[in-house]
């Protein structure tokens, strides 16, 4: 089922990326606590910008899916230099997953695992997977600071269609 997707233009990579860079530039978005799953990184669930881009790839992502899907959640991380993303699946609400590279500074090229498959997207490239049915990693970063874009949707005909729609919010 996984596939990758061309979804943003250089030019809106980097009015996304400015955007975060924005955010964590002027402390609008502080780190991660170093006792969570992602300690000392950088992240926002459903910043308005990255929830237009929900809607806005929706089509796209319903065409390489093959069905129709409602939004559940956005969310974007900024990891830096050695840190790592553990393997894990997701909740629920992340039946349907696209993670999104936004690249970064020193690199852009940060290799994504998901069932022992390795995906090295292009900037502006996602990879459609199964969120919480695929364990998922990244091992250490090796540049200075990486951009990802985390954006998740339910079938709209499947099990966890009510209840999960908008994450429950």
Not at 76 to 100: G, M
Not at 110 to 126: H, M, R, S, T
Request: proline share 6%; hydrophobic share 30%; charged share 25%.
């Amino acid at each position: 089922m996984n596939k990758v997707i061309d979804c943003l233009t250089k030019d809106q990579v980097e009015l996304y990326k400015t955007h975060i860079d924005y955010l964590i530039d002027n402390n609008l978005v502080g780190r991660s606590p170093e006792d969570s799953t992602f300690p000392n990184t950088c992240e926002m669930f459903s910043d308005p910008p990255m929830e237009l881009l929900l809607h806005y790839l929706q089509p796209k992502v319903e065409e390489a899916y093959g069905k129709e899907l409602v939004p559940t959640y956005s969310f974007w991380r900024c990891y830096f230099k050695h840190q790592c993303c553990p393997p894990h699946i997701d909740r629920k609400s992340c039946e349907v997953s696209l993670t999104l590279n936004i690249g970064g500074r020193g690199g852009d090229d940060w290799a994504f695992y998901a069932e022992d498959n390795k995906y090295i997207l292009n900037v502006g490239q996602a990879l459609l997977y199964k969120g919480m049915e695929q364990e998922h990693w990244r091992h250490e970063l090796p540049y200075e600071r990486h951009y990802q874009v985390f954006l998740h949707w339910i079938e709209k005909n499947g099990q966890y269609y009510p209840r999960y729609q908008f994450d429950e919010r």
